[in-house]
C-alpha cells in the first residue's frame, strides 16, 4: 500500500496559497485492508475511506470509462494494480493532476508544475469531454485563480465549446449547476466565472436570464460602459470587493435581470425592467435550487434598487416603507447586504468605481434611527393593537425626519 497526497492540497501548496482541505490517494490497497485499519466508507460510485483520526478522504486509486451520457455515466475499475499515474490520467487540469509521496517527492506526469509557472488551466486529456462538469469546474477554477494571473488554456477552451455544441452542457443537473455557482461566487473574481462561461457559449444553457444581458444598450449618460452584459459583470465584481458574501454577490448579479427581455422599441431605457427582473428570478430559482436567503435577498434588491439610488428624494414615510419592505427593522443584516448590493450596481459602472454611495450612509442612519424608537412610552399612554401600531409607525417616520433632511 502506498499513500499520496492529491489534487488541490498539492496545487495550493506550490502557489504558496492557504491549504482548505487534503485528499489523499491509495495505491495498491483493497478497501478490506483499509476497513480493517479502522477506515469509515462513504463512497457510493467508488471506494471512498474517512480517516479514523483526521477525517480526511482516501480514495483508492482508480480508472474509469464513459458508458453513457452525463456526468453520471462511468464505470471504475478501483484493483489494486492501478498505479498513481493512472489515477491522474482521469484528473479534470494538469494542476490538479499531481501528487506527493511519502517523502515529498512531486509525481507530475502531465505538466501541472509547467502549467502553474504558465499560469494556464489546461486538460489533461481528451477524457475531459466527458463530464460536462468540468465546464464549470473551469470557469469556477479561472474565477479562483485569476488574481494570479491565470487563464483557460486556448485548447481548453476550445475544447469546452465543443462539449456545448455536442448538448454536453445539456445533461447538466440543476444541483450540480448550483453547487458550482456557489463555489464560484466565493471566489475573489466571480465575475470571471460568468465570463468564462459565456465565452465557450455555456451561459446561454446554465443561466440563459445572464446571457441574454450581453447586448442589450443602456443609457450611456447613466452607463458609459452602455452594455447591460459589461455592467453586470463590472456590478459582481464591485460585489466581490464590497462582501465576502455570497448571497450579496449573487443579488448583485442577478438585479437587473428583467433589461434582457425590455422591448427593442424602448430600448435604450428599461421602464419596468425592475418587476421582469423579479419575475425571471423567480424562474431561475424554480429551475435551480437557489436556497432562500439567496432568492429572498435578491428579489428585494431587484425590486427595489433603483428607489435606493434615489434614496435623497424619498420622504420619510417612503423610507419606513422602504425598510419594511426588506425587513430591516427585524433583520438590520439583511438590510445592510441589501445595501452593499444596491451599492455594487451604483459603483459597477465605468468611471464611478471609486466614487462613494451617500444613498447607502442616509439609509443605514435612516434604520439606526427607526430601530432606536422605544416602544415602551407608547405602551405607557395605554395604547395597543392597531392603535400602538400606528403610533409607533408615526414615531418611526419622525426619528427617521430627524436625521434626513
Not at 502506498?2 to 489523499?24: K, Q, S, T
Not at 509557472?117 to 460536462?132: C, G, I, Q, T, Y
Not at 442589450?216 to 452602455?226: K, N, S, T, Y
Not at 422605544?374 to 405602551?379: E, F, G, Q, S, T
Amino acid at each position: 500500500m502506498e499513500i499520496y497526497e492529491v489534487g488541490g492540497a498539492v496545487r495550493d501548496a506550490l502557489l504558496g496559497r492557504p491549504i482548505r482541505e487534503r485528499d489523499w490517494l491509495v495505491v495498491g490497497a483493497e478497501p478490506a485492508e483499509l476497513l480493517a485499519l479502522g477506515f469509515k466508507p462513504v463512497g457510493k460510485d467508488f471506494p471512498v475511506f474517512l480517516h479514523p483520526e483526521t477525517g480526511e478522504e482516501y480514495a483508492l486509486a482508480r480508472t474509469e470509462r464513459k458508458v453513457a451520457p452525463g456526468y453520471t455515466g462511468f464505470t471504475f475499475d478501483t484493483s489494486p494494480t492501478i498505479t498513481v499515474e493512472q489515477d491522474l490520467a482521469r484528473r479534470d487540469f494538469t494542476i490538479n493532476a499531481m501528487a506527493r509521496d511519502r517523502e515529498g517527492r512531486l509525481i507530475d506526469p502531465w505538466g501541472g508544475l509547467r502549467d502553474l509557472e504558465a499560469r494556464k488551466l489546461r486538460h489533461v486529456s481528451d477524457a475531459f469531454r466527458e463530464d460536462p462538469v468540468r465546464v464549470l469546474r473551469a470557469a469556477r477554477f479561472a474565477a479562483d485563480l485569476a488574481e494570479l494571473g491565470f487563464t483557460v488554456a486556448d485548447e481548453t477552451l476550445a475544447l469546452m465549446r465543443e462539449m456545448v455544441d455536442a448538448g454536453e452542457v445539456d445533461a447538466l443537473r440543476p444541483e450540480r449547476v448550483w453547487k458550482e455557482t456557489a463555489r464560484a461566487l466565493a471566489t475573489s473574481r466571480p465575475d470571471v466565472f460568468i465570463s468564462v462561461l459565456r465565452e465557450c457559449g455555456a451561459l446561454a444553457k446554465v443561466f440563459p436570464e445572464i446571457d441574454a444581458l450581453f447586448g442589450v444598450p443602456q443609457p450611456e449618460r447613466w452607463h458609459p460602459e452602455i452594455d447591460t452584459g459589461v455592467h453586470i459583470l463590472m456590478v459582481l465584481r464591485m460585489a466581490a470587493k464590497l462582501s465576502d458574501d455570497p448571497v450579496v454577490r449573487f443579488a448583485a448579479l442577478t438585479h437587473d435581470l428583467g433589461k434582457g427581455t425590455t422591448p427593442k422599441e424602448m430600448l435604450p431605457r428599461h421602464i419596468g425592467h425592475e418587476m421582469r427582473s423579479v419575475e425571471l428570478l423567480q424562474r431561475m430559482s424554480e429551475r435551480l435550487p437557489v436556497p432562500r436567503a439567496y432568492k429572498e435577498l435578491a428579489e428585494r434588491v431587484a425590486r427595489y434598487h433603483g428607489l435606493v439610488h434615489r434614496a435623497r428624494e424619498l420622504k420619510p414615510a417612503t423610507v419606513l416603507k422602504l425598510i419594511d419592505a426588506v425587513d430591516g427593522l427585524r433583520r438590520p443584516d439583511r438590510f445592510e447586504q441589501f445595501l452593499l448590493a444596491c451599492e455594487a450596481d451604483a459603483r459597477g459602472r465605468k468611471g464611478f468605481e471609486d466614487q462613494p454611495y451617500e444613498p447607502g450612509e442616509r439609509l443605514r442612519a435612516a434604520l439606526a434611527a427607526a430601530r432606536a424608537v422605544d416602544v415602551a412610552p407608547l405602551k405607557a399612554q395605554g395604547l395597543e393593537g392597531a392603535a400602538l401600531g400606528e403610533a409607533l409607525r408615526r414615531a418611526r417616520i419622525e426619528a427617521i425626519r430627524a436625521v434626513w433632511s
